[in-house]
């Protein structure tokens, strides 16, 4: 089902941004983040996969802050680079512009600059379950930054290839529309409908949907 209130697991200005607008879609929730409840911690993110990590985060928040918690572990994924930062994304580098400018370096000399960005999000409720879904967005490495006043991560070198611009050139309202984070949360908000919807057409117990 999806809850009435959450709380948003992350501490990136962008990422909070991102997740509150697209988890409007789902309804009329109340939002809060982790400066609504004081003393989380999150847990260091590991590099199991995307989905170790965001279930890892919401199940540490949720039952911190006694209601449910969205999180979100995303990566980017580089052909050229045998699929690397991957779920080391965010600790390849200190921060945003050392993680660009080693990226640039690795593949100063590439010619194959396909990428593709991958977000998993997780849903917990305190009292244990947790939902998951994926997204994806295929791109391309650009070789500079571009539109660099926008966006955060790497979106000032993905060129997404829906939209032929990289991401911090983008329109927030057109990265909402392609971007891996939208497609995973608009998948999460889908699968917790069905939920909604199975349990309210069940003819009797024990009847599958």
């Known amino acids: ?28 929730i109340a939002v809060a983040t982790l400066a609504d409840v ?6 260091e993110e590991g590099d199991v996969s995307y989905e170790a990590n965001a279930a890892a985060k919401a199940v540490a928040v949720a039952r911190a802050a006694g ?3 969205l999180a979100d572990d995303s990566g980017l994924e580089v052909d050229a680079l045998g699929g690397a930062p991957g779920v080391r994304s965010a600790r390849w580098a200190p921060d945003d512009a050392a993680r660009i400018a080693r990226l640039l370096a690795a ?4 010619d ?4 593709r960005f991958v ?3 997780a849903l917990a409720w305190p009292d244990g379950p947790v939902e998951t879904a994926r997204g994806e967005v295929a791109g391309t490495i650009a ?8 966006g955060f991560g790497y979106d000032p070198v993905f060129v997404a290839t829906e939209l032929g611009r990289t991401f911090a050139q983008a329109s927030a309202e057109e990265k909402s529309r392609v971007s891996h984070r939208a497609r995973a949360v608009r998948a999460l908000g889908a699968r917790l409908r069905d939920g909604e919807n199975c349990a309210a057409t069940l003819q009797g117990p024990g009847r599958p949907c």
């Not at 004081?38 to 847990?43: C, F, K, N, S």
């Not at 593949?107 to 590439?110: C, D, I, T, V």
């Not at 500079?144 to 006043?149: E, H």
């Open 107 to 110: 593949l100063a000399n590439a």
């Open 67 to 69: 209601m449910p918690a």
């Open 119 to 121: 977000c998993a999000v």
């Open 1 to 28: 089902m999806i809850p009435p209130r959450i709380v948003l697991a992350t501490a990136n200005p962008g990422k909070v941004r991102e997740l509150g607008a697209l988890v409007g879609e789902w309804g009329p």
């Open 112 to 115: 194959d600059r396909r990428a």
């Open 143 to 150: 070789r500079a930054s571009s539109g660099a006043g926008g």
């Open 38 to 43: 004081p003393g989380v911690a999150l847990p």
